[in-house]
């Protein structure tokens, strides 16, 4: 079976992103766009889960990203046809890494008993510290999963994942990886600079970065070219990635405007139905971050990423297609 591993986010958010081995690739549609937004549920205000499954149907948001597995959120996705990625807490991972039983349980409870929901993937642990007090219970947490998903049957139509930080990445200079690390949150342009801002907002009108024979005209293609990069020096060259977060907020920090955001957004959905300099046979399979607002989320940028404010409007012009 097909593994799948995940990096984290910045801002621009380039979150986690789902590394599939070439095998699993035939099964999933190679022409046209394919764009998700990750549906986040940290705030007081938010819509009910139905609502939301119907907005997602009414914008033809036709993939989710979903951090839990509260149970008015996967009934409301029955029937939907709406691809998921399904998360598995971190609160989870001691539980489910140290039982077979366990684990066998959540995928009966999260899984099996919501038939009629299209589950893509189930992402054990987020963002979990490879040195941290956790970092032990992923690899079993996610072979106890595995199993799970095996012996029921699903394991051609869901793959098991994890995410890993972005600041464990780097980035390809000069023909090899540049010392420098992404931040997880803040790998955004500190000042207006427009040569900065352009190539982080797609908007640059030629080449910015040279690495090589590879020019670079956006953050966005380095970004992933860095983690193709990487893992080529780590024997894992035939590994695809698909970019489960990526977005801009539009408030609460430096250059987080509803323009720029406007901007980067339309502009990411557009630029993932092609490839990198590095791969450039596209579509890359993308998530939008995020779906709406979410007022109880600190420090204040992290309230204002969404597409939709809490009351369904949109916040700016979007066009998924």
């Not at 958010?13 to 190679?30: D, H, I, T, Y």
């Not at 409301?76 to 990625?85: C, E, F, R, T, W």
């Not at 919501?114 to 032990?136: C, D, L, M, S, W």
């Amino acid at each position: 079976m097909a593994k799948l591993y995940s990096v984290g986010k910045s801002a621009p958010r380039m979150g986690a992103m789902l590394l599939l081995f070439g095998l699993l690739m035939a099964s999933l549609e190679l022409t046209g766009a394919k764009i998700g937004v990750c549906y986040g549920r940290n705030g007081n205000n938010l819509p009910a889960p139905g609502e939301v499954v119907a907005l997602y149907n009414q914008y033809n948001i036709r993939r989710m990203r979903l951090y839990d597995t509260r149970q008015d959120a996967l009934q409301a996705l029955a029937g939907s046809n709406i691809d998921l990625i399904l998360g598995l807490p971190n609160d989870n991972l001691p539980s489910i890494s140290s039982s077979q039983a366990n684990a066998d349980s959540w995928v009966q409870d999260n899984i099996k008993n919501h038939p009629n929901v299209k589950f893509r993937y189930i992402a054990v642990g987020n963002e979990v510290n490879p040195t941290g007090g956790q970092a032990g219970f992923v690899l079993p947490a996610m072979q106890n999963i595995n199993k799970a998903i095996s012996s029921a049957g699903l394991s051609n139509q869901i793959k098991v994942s994890t995410a890993i930080d972005t600041e464990f990445s780097e980035f390809p200079t000069h023909h090899q990886m540049a010392p420098s690390r992404m931040k997880p949150f803040h790998f955004s342009i500190p000042s207006s600079d427009s040569y900065n801002m352009n190539y982080a907002l797609f908007t640059a009108p030629g080449v910015v970065v040279q690495d090589g024979q590879l020019g670079y005209k956006n953050l966005f293609d380095a970004i992933l070219d860095a983690v193709y990069s990487a893992l080529e020096r780590a024997g894992g060259s035939s590994l695809k990635i698909v970019v489960s977060e990526s977005g801009w907020p539009s408030a609460g920090g430096t250059q987080t405007t509803v323009d720029n955001a406007r901007t980067y957004n339309n502009n990411l959905i557009q630029h993932v139905k092609g490839g990198t300099p590095k791969r450039p046979t596209g579509p890359i399979e993308t998530y939008v971050f995020a779906m709406f607002d979410e007022n109880n989320k600190t420090p204040e940028q992290e309230k204002h990423w969404g597409l939709f404010l809490p009351n369904k409007q949109t916040k700016y012009q979007i066009n998924f297609n």
